[in-house]
């Protein structure tokens, strides 16, 4: 899996984006001694970052449904980083349920995914009581956990600075400026704004709605699966849950009416006390990624790009820090992931 390449020395990192694949780039080579700035365009509340709409799902087994083997690995190697760095981090686990005319879909779900055990009502009633006589069976993920991205972001910035990293918020800074005035190294993870060097890069939009009631309880994301993509409920704590799960190959911010429609009757589904919730939030974020779907680690020179998660941003982007810091420290390549010009 990996080569050996020129390690990069000790001079001064900057990396340019303070969003979930940035922040973990700047805690993981600020632990390690390194001089790091955090440069971020927006205001520290990270209102315009994707980081702001994202379900924050910590789930590589799941994720194997639909996705190449890479992501599993590299998530789960994630998960040990989270729990490494956040041990509040919460691991209850990931349900999947269907409803009975979507059971050849629940079945290839089954096949497809591993590390769950089948649950029958009973099963199921016991790990989320407000569920009860609501589906006949389901999969339960254990080691799969979620985080709050909203909640979580603020929480990284802060080790960061712990860490001895500094942080410039409202800081337009272009890569080549920087390289140039600090004579070091480069790491941009600016998303969707790196196109001016990845032009292949296209944005998946993915909305989600925030609702509120105190009728239902749920200790774990819950995917209920549906003809065209699983759709997932997740508890965000004080009787608020996330609607997600939408992947629309467009680049507007908008909620479409049918995606509201299809995320709401998912939540009645769920439960049908969601019909009463109060509907806190539409929101919608733009994914950066490749045609490949898959993410990617451009090296060249003073320059390393870290872009392409997809949905995969809170999963992945602890593992792929780690990888640039391999790199980095020992020039350990791998090349499932990297690529060095």
């Given at each position: 899996m990996y080569q050996t390449s020129r390690p990069r020395g000790d001079s001064p990192v900057s990396i340019i984006g303070a969003g979930i694949?940035?922040?973990?780039?700047?805690?993981?080579?600020?632990?390690?001694?390194?001089?790091?700035?955090?440069?971020?365009?927006?205001?520290a509340a990270m209102t315009e970052s994707t980081s702001h709409f994202a379900g924050g799902m910590l789930a590589p087994w799941c994720e194997a449904e639909a996705s190449e083997p890479v992501i599993s690995r590299l998530g789960i190697r994630a998960l040990d980083l989270w729990?490494?760095?956040f041990p509040k981090t919460p691991f209850n686990g990931s349900l999947v349920v269907a409803h009975p005319r979507d059971r050849a879909d629940f079945e290839r779900f089954a096949r497809l995914t591993t590390n769950h055990r089948r649950l029958d009502a009973e099963g199921l009633r016991e790990l989320e009581p407000s569920?009860?006589?609501?589906?006949?069976?389901?999969?339960?993920?254990?080691?799969?956990?979620?985080?709050?991205?909203?909640?979580?972001?603020?929480?990284?910035?802060?080790?960061?600075?712990?860490?001895?990293?500094?942080i410039k918020f409202g800081s337009d800074a272009e890569a080549q400026d920087l390289?140039?005035?600090?004579?070091?190294?480069?790491?941009?993870?600016?998303?969707?704004?790196?196109?001016?060097?990845?032009?292949s890069l296209r944005g998946v939009k993915g909305e989600m709605i925030i609702i509120e009631t105190a009728e239902v309880e749920l200790s774990r994301p819950v995917r209920l699966i549906h003809p065209r993509w699983p759709l997932y409920v997740i508890p965000r704590g004080d009787g608020r849950f996330m609607l997600g799960a939408t992947s629309?190959?467009?680049?507007?911010?908008?909620?479409s009416v049918r995606s509201a429609l299809e995320l709401l009757g998912a939540?009645?589904?769920?439960?049908?006390?969601?019909?009463?919730?109060?509907?806190?939030?539409?929101?919608?974020?733009l994914r950066p990624a490749f045609p490949d779907n898959l993410p990617k680690i451009r090296i060249e020179q003073d320059r390393i790009t870290v872009n392409g998660?997809?949905?995969?941003?809170?999963?992945?982007?602890p593992a792929l820090a780690e990888l640039t810091l391999a790199y980095i420290a020992r020039g350990e390549i791998d090349n499932e992931v990297m690529q060095c010009a």
């Open positions: 694949a940035g922040a973990w780039h700047a805690l993981l080579l600020a632990e390690a001694g390194r001089a790091v700035t955090l440069h971020e365009r927006s205001d729990r490494q760095h569920l009860e006589g609501r589906f006949r069976d389901g999969l339960f993920y254990p080691d799969e956990g979620h985080v709050e991205p909203r909640r979580v972001l603020p929480q990284l910035h802060a080790a960061i600075a712990k860490a001895g990293g500094a390289a140039k005035d600090l004579d070091g190294l480069v790491i941009d993870c600016r998303g969707l704004a790196a196109r001016d060097r990845e032009p629309i190959e467009a680049e507007d911010n908008g909620v939540a009645y589904v769920v439960h049908p006390a969601f019909a009463e919730a109060r509907i806190v939030e539409f929101g919608a974020g998660l997809y949905r995969h941003g809170f999963l992945l982007a």
